[in-house]
T-cell receptor
Framework: AQSVAQPEDQVNVAEGNPLTVKCTYS??????LFWYVQYPNRGLQFLLK??????LVKGSYGFEAEFNKSQTSFHLKKPSALVSDSALYFC????????????FGQGTELSVKP | DTGVSQNPRHKITKRGQNVTFRCDPI?????LYWYRQTLGQGPEFLTY????????KSRLLSDRFSAERPKGSFSTLEIQRTEQGDSAMYLC???????????????FGNGTRLTVT
Protein backbone atom coordinates (compact mmCIF):
# COMPACT_ATOMS: atom_id res chain seq x y z
CA ALA A 1 0.00 0.00 0.00
CA GLN A 2 1.11 3.53 -0.73
CA SER A 3 1.61 5.55 2.45
CA VAL A 4 3.66 8.11 4.28
CA ALA A 5 4.56 8.24 7.96
CA GLN A 6 5.53 11.21 10.07
CA PRO A 7 7.07 9.70 13.20
CA GLU A 8 6.95 12.87 15.31
CA ASP A 9 3.68 14.42 16.42
CA GLN A 10 5.51 17.54 17.56
CA VAL A 11 8.87 19.19 16.96
CA ASN A 12 10.16 22.03 19.13
CA VAL A 13 13.04 24.27 18.07
CA ALA A 14 14.45 27.61 19.12
CA GLU A 15 14.31 30.51 16.72
CA GLY A 16 17.44 30.68 14.61
CA ASN A 17 18.23 26.98 14.98
CA PRO A 18 17.94 24.52 12.10
CA LEU A 19 14.79 22.45 11.93
CA THR A 20 13.97 19.02 10.54
CA VAL A 21 10.53 17.47 10.15
CA LYS A 22 10.73 13.79 9.29
CA CYS A 23 8.81 11.80 6.71
CA THR A 24 9.19 8.24 5.44
CA TYR A 25 7.28 6.75 2.56
CA SER A 26 6.17 3.42 1.17
CA UNK A 27 5.38 3.15 -2.53
CA UNK A 28 5.50 0.40 -5.10
CA UNK A 29 6.84 2.54 -7.93
CA UNK A 30 8.57 5.87 -8.34
CA UNK A 31 7.74 8.14 -5.43
CA UNK A 32 6.15 11.51 -6.03
CA LEU A 33 6.45 13.35 -2.72
CA PHE A 34 5.09 16.65 -1.45
CA TRP A 35 5.23 18.85 1.64
CA TYR A 36 2.41 21.13 2.74
CA VAL A 37 1.97 23.54 5.65
CA GLN A 38 -1.28 24.35 7.43
CA TYR A 39 -1.98 27.35 9.65
CA PRO A 40 -4.93 27.32 12.11
CA ASN A 41 -8.35 27.24 10.43
CA ARG A 42 -6.81 27.42 6.98
CA GLY A 43 -6.32 25.07 4.08
CA LEU A 44 -3.01 23.50 3.18
CA GLN A 45 -0.33 25.48 1.38
CA PHE A 46 2.11 23.80 -0.98
CA LEU A 47 5.78 24.07 0.01
CA LEU A 48 7.70 21.80 -2.37
CA LYS A 49 7.67 18.54 -4.30
CA UNK A 50 10.02 15.82 -5.46
CA UNK A 51 9.29 14.15 -8.76
CA UNK A 52 12.69 13.26 -10.17
CA UNK A 53 16.18 14.70 -10.44
CA UNK A 54 18.21 16.31 -7.67
CA UNK A 55 17.72 14.79 -4.25
CA LEU A 56 17.69 18.21 -2.59
CA VAL A 57 14.55 20.11 -3.43
CA LYS A 58 14.13 23.79 -2.61
CA GLY A 59 10.73 25.28 -1.93
CA SER A 60 8.86 28.23 -0.52
CA TYR A 61 9.81 30.31 2.55
CA GLY A 62 13.36 28.94 2.69
CA PHE A 63 12.33 25.33 3.16
CA GLU A 64 14.05 22.43 1.45
CA ALA A 65 13.68 18.67 1.53
CA GLU A 66 16.11 15.85 0.98
CA PHE A 67 14.99 12.75 -0.88
CA ASN A 68 16.81 9.59 0.23
CA LYS A 69 15.85 6.53 -1.76
CA SER A 70 17.81 4.01 0.32
CA GLN A 71 16.19 5.21 3.54
CA THR A 72 12.81 5.90 1.86
CA SER A 73 12.76 9.29 3.50
CA PHE A 74 11.86 12.83 2.48
CA HIS A 75 12.70 15.05 5.45
CA LEU A 76 11.79 18.72 5.45
CA LYS A 77 14.52 21.13 6.56
CA LYS A 78 15.24 24.78 7.11
CA PRO A 79 18.63 26.20 8.12
CA SER A 80 17.25 28.86 10.48
CA ALA A 81 13.78 28.61 11.99
CA LEU A 82 11.43 31.55 12.46
CA VAL A 83 8.65 31.89 15.02
CA SER A 84 6.30 32.37 12.08
CA ASP A 85 7.19 28.85 10.86
CA SER A 86 5.11 27.44 13.72
CA ALA A 87 2.35 25.43 12.06
CA LEU A 88 1.24 21.93 11.08
CA TYR A 89 3.33 20.23 8.40
CA PHE A 90 2.12 17.39 6.22
CA CYS A 91 4.06 15.05 4.00
CA UNK A 92 2.17 13.46 1.10
CA UNK A 93 2.72 10.88 -1.62
CA UNK A 94 1.03 10.60 -4.98
CA UNK A 95 0.50 6.93 -5.81
CA UNK A 96 -0.16 5.21 -9.10
CA UNK A 97 -0.89 7.35 -12.08
CA UNK A 98 0.37 10.85 -12.51
CA UNK A 99 -2.11 13.49 -11.47
CA UNK A 100 -4.15 11.49 -9.04
CA UNK A 101 -4.92 11.94 -5.37
CA UNK A 102 -2.37 12.68 -2.67
CA UNK A 103 -2.16 10.52 0.43
CA PHE A 104 -1.18 12.51 3.50
CA GLY A 105 0.67 11.67 6.67
CA GLN A 106 -0.82 12.43 10.05
CA GLY A 107 1.07 15.69 10.37
CA THR A 108 3.76 17.16 12.61
CA GLU A 109 3.19 20.24 14.71
CA LEU A 110 6.21 22.52 14.58
CA SER A 111 6.68 24.97 17.43
CA VAL A 112 9.41 27.61 17.15
CA LYS A 113 10.09 29.52 20.35
CA PRO A 114 11.81 32.93 20.46
CA ASP B 1 -5.59 33.52 -9.66
CA THR B 2 -8.15 34.06 -6.94
CA GLY B 3 -7.50 30.70 -5.30
CA VAL B 4 -9.89 27.92 -4.36
CA SER B 5 -13.04 29.20 -2.74
CA GLN B 6 -15.25 27.17 -0.40
CA ASN B 7 -18.65 28.05 0.99
CA PRO B 8 -19.84 28.17 3.64
CA ARG B 9 -16.83 28.50 5.99
CA HIS B 10 -18.80 27.06 8.87
CA LYS B 11 -21.93 24.93 9.04
CA ILE B 12 -23.74 23.78 12.15
CA THR B 13 -26.51 21.29 11.62
CA LYS B 14 -28.61 18.86 13.59
CA ARG B 15 -28.16 15.15 13.22
CA GLY B 16 -30.29 13.77 10.44
CA GLN B 17 -30.29 16.93 8.34
CA ASN B 18 -28.79 17.18 4.86
CA VAL B 19 -25.99 19.63 4.11
CA THR B 20 -24.37 20.79 0.89
CA PHE B 21 -21.00 22.46 0.44
CA ARG B 22 -19.72 24.30 -2.60
CA CYS B 23 -16.21 24.54 -4.03
CA ASP B 24 -15.05 26.91 -6.76
CA PRO B 25 -11.64 25.81 -8.04
CA ILE B 26 -8.98 27.93 -9.69
CA UNK B 27 -10.54 28.73 -13.03
CA UNK B 28 -8.21 26.91 -15.43
CA UNK B 29 -7.80 23.82 -13.22
CA UNK B 30 -9.29 20.65 -14.65
CA UNK B 31 -8.97 18.46 -11.54
CA LEU B 32 -10.93 18.92 -8.34
CA TYR B 33 -10.52 16.96 -5.10
CA TRP B 34 -12.48 16.62 -1.88
CA TYR B 35 -10.82 15.72 1.41
CA ARG B 36 -11.99 15.43 5.00
CA GLN B 37 -9.83 16.38 7.96
CA THR B 38 -10.51 15.72 11.63
CA LEU B 39 -8.63 17.30 14.51
CA GLY B 40 -5.07 16.09 14.79
CA GLN B 41 -5.19 14.08 11.57
CA GLY B 42 -4.02 14.52 8.03
CA PRO B 43 -6.51 15.11 5.23
CA GLU B 44 -8.35 11.96 4.17
CA PHE B 45 -9.16 11.55 0.49
CA LEU B 46 -12.84 11.39 -0.44
CA THR B 47 -13.15 11.76 -4.21
CA TYR B 48 -11.83 13.59 -7.25
CA UNK B 49 -12.94 14.78 -10.67
CA UNK B 50 -11.30 15.45 -13.96
CA UNK B 51 -13.51 18.02 -15.60
CA UNK B 52 -17.04 16.68 -14.96
CA UNK B 53 -16.04 13.01 -14.64
CA UNK B 54 -15.71 11.54 -11.16
CA UNK B 55 -12.55 9.43 -11.50
CA UNK B 56 -12.21 7.96 -8.04
CA LYS B 57 -14.24 7.64 -4.88
CA SER B 58 -12.85 6.43 -1.58
CA ARG B 59 -14.12 3.05 -0.41
CA LEU B 60 -14.45 4.61 3.01
CA LEU B 61 -17.02 7.06 1.68
CA SER B 62 -20.51 6.27 2.89
CA ASP B 63 -23.35 6.25 0.35
CA ARG B 64 -24.75 9.22 2.28
CA PHE B 65 -22.03 11.28 0.62
CA SER B 66 -22.33 12.42 -2.98
CA ALA B 67 -20.30 14.85 -5.03
CA GLU B 68 -20.96 16.47 -8.38
CA ARG B 69 -19.15 18.69 -10.80
CA PRO B 70 -21.83 19.13 -13.47
CA LYS B 71 -20.11 21.53 -15.85
CA GLY B 72 -16.54 20.82 -14.97
CA SER B 73 -16.23 24.03 -12.98
CA PHE B 74 -17.59 24.29 -9.43
CA SER B 75 -18.38 21.22 -7.35
CA THR B 76 -20.82 20.37 -4.59
CA LEU B 77 -20.50 17.83 -1.81
CA GLU B 78 -23.73 16.70 -0.20
CA ILE B 79 -24.06 14.73 3.00
CA GLN B 80 -27.45 13.21 3.64
CA ARG B 81 -28.79 12.26 7.07
CA THR B 82 -25.79 13.72 8.86
CA GLU B 83 -24.30 11.94 11.85
CA GLN B 84 -22.13 13.32 14.64
CA GLY B 85 -19.20 11.41 13.19
CA ASP B 86 -19.44 13.58 10.07
CA SER B 87 -18.18 16.56 12.05
CA ALA B 88 -14.93 17.58 10.39
CA MET B 89 -13.27 20.10 8.12
CA TYR B 90 -14.10 19.43 4.48
CA LEU B 91 -11.34 20.59 2.17
CA CYS B 92 -11.51 21.15 -1.56
CA UNK B 93 -8.44 21.33 -3.78
CA UNK B 94 -7.79 21.78 -7.49
CA UNK B 95 -4.94 21.21 -9.89
CA UNK B 96 -4.09 21.49 -13.57
CA UNK B 97 -2.96 18.28 -15.22
CA UNK B 98 -2.08 17.82 -18.84
CA UNK B 99 0.80 17.71 -21.27
CA UNK B 100 2.09 21.09 -20.11
CA UNK B 101 1.42 20.50 -16.42
CA UNK B 102 2.45 17.13 -15.05
CA UNK B 103 2.38 16.14 -11.40
CA UNK B 104 1.13 19.54 -10.37
CA UNK B 105 0.58 20.25 -6.68
CA UNK B 106 -2.92 20.54 -5.27
CA UNK B 107 -4.11 24.02 -4.32
CA PHE B 108 -6.41 23.93 -1.30
CA GLY B 109 -9.27 26.12 -0.20
CA ASN B 110 -9.72 27.15 3.43
CA GLY B 111 -12.31 24.46 4.02
CA THR B 112 -15.83 24.17 5.38
CA ARG B 113 -16.02 23.24 9.03
CA LEU B 114 -19.06 21.05 9.72
CA THR B 115 -20.42 20.56 13.21
CA VAL B 116 -23.23 18.05 13.66
CA THR B 117 -25.09 18.40 16.97
Amino acid sequence: AQSVAQPEDQVNVAEGNPLTVKCTYSVSGNPYLFWYVQYPNRGLQFLLKYITGDNLVKGSYGFEAEFNKSQTSFHLKKPSALVSDSALYFCAVRPFEIGGKLIFGQGTELSVKP
Amino acid sequence: DTGVSQNPRHKITKRGQNVTFRCDPISEHNRLYWYRQTLGQGPEFLTYFQNEAQLEKSRLLSDRFSAERPKGSFSTLEIQRTEQGDSAMYLCASSLEGRRAVNSPLHFGNGTRLTVT
